[in-house]
């Protein structure tokens, strides 16, 4: 919930009247009216694929004047803007959840990319450096302006894109799923950064996934579903229930987050002893270290851990060792020792790894649903070494039904399914290949609260088939969920487990607190 006063006297700064848009035959906007008042922070909610994004690039000028119907107001009046550096000048500046930064240059090279200041058409460096210095005191970050943007975190390159929005004199501030990459720590930072923002008067637009970070610091929410405006909830007006978010957003009742599910725990499926791994360009530095876990048929066990702790790389080179290197330790299948010395090998065994990173290593985006479905496993739609383009069909269509992927055919372009049916592809592709143990980073990262009830129930049924799963997730509330068991994870090492029934965010964060106290 807000903690300012209701902006509800203030003009609007900016008026979308009566928006429409259409790719083709798909109509993706429809008559969509979207008001922003000056100086508040304006949350825009729906399920993937309901308009939030193309609804911002038609404001942006992504999708220039001309390519939709319907008026923008800004400031009063009405703009036409060509492309997105007409917003631009006018203060309208988007960040992106792909962040859109340059790994190998600096922070000030990044922030003044096409702004630098100069004398006699020369980089004036000493006045690059003042300027970025002082716009990062703005955001609260204390790094050199010469800091490689590849040597900060992820939290600290989103509060450095804002930092180059600040460079642009932004009046209006559009944010598409900032936290969604980001721990509870730096998520917290940058949620508190906005509502300094609008103590200072700029006007933000949040796109978010997260209902309990939307209603913690929006002023208004603007529910979008099927491309048309449902309707806007002013949080001043008195508490808003995220139940109510969800109702509006999906157009039906969810009896509980998370469905509801009777485990049927067996034998101990899987099992590693003595894991550890080194970090692959410094070898001196070791990031998993001498991790042993247990995991049964039909049982999901969670991994939870800070950003950093190494959950993914544990995962990863569990998986073929596909991360790290100086990698020792065993792994059993029912009781057997595996070869996980390479990808191939890793699967053959029996093992799957969905990545949280589904668009640039869990995808060919460029690519239909149908070849993404097959392509772990070749073999299984193959004769004499030649893919039999009819079996790899009819294998494509049975995940499509299986698996409720919403799509026109399985010959549509993966890149262009929402979110959560992208996600479902990627779960399809690693569950052709008949694994027994389904390692699922960051499942439901970046999809909305319908989707991730999906994913929940096809994770439920894969653990009652029998499936032995792994869940890494940054969102405890999800792992509480969902997991019949939690292990806590901390700077590369377990440091506590959780029964199911006893898991609370607090319980979890104790586990981690006491190892940070033994360090001390």
Known sequence: ???????????????????????????????VSFTVREGEIHALVGENGAGKST???????????????GSILFGGEERQFRDINDSEKLGIIIIHQELALIPLMSIAENIFLHTAPSKFGIIDQDERRRRTKALLEKVGLSEAPEMLITNIGVGKQQLVEIAKALSKDVRLLILDEPTASLNETDSAALLELLKEFRRRGITSIMISHKLNEITEIADRITVLRDGRTVGTMDCHAGPVDEDEIVRRMVDRDLDSRYPKREPKIGDVVFEVDNWSAYHPLHSERQVVKNVSMKVRAGEIVGISGLMGAGRTEFAMSLFGRSWGRNITGTAKLHGKEVDLSDVPRAIKAGLAYVTEDRKHLGLVLAEDIRKNISLAHLAGVSNRGVIDDIAEMKVAQEFRGRMRIRSHNVYQETGKLSGGNQQKVVLSKWLFTGPEVLILDEPTRGIDVGAKY?????????????KAVIVISSEMPELIGICDRIVVMHEGAFVGEVAGEEATQENIMRAIMRRKAREQ
């Open 1 to 31: 919930m807000s903690d300012t006063v209701s902006n509800a006297e203030k003009p609007p700064i900016l008026e979308m009247r009566g928006i429409s848009k259409s790719f083709g035959a798909v109509k993706a906007l429809s008559d």
């Open 55 to 69: 609804l911002m690039k038609v404001l942006s000028g992504v999708y220039p004047h001309g390519s939709y119907e």
């Open 454 to 466: 999906e994913i929940y129930t096809i994770i439920n049924e894969l653990a009652d088939s029998g």
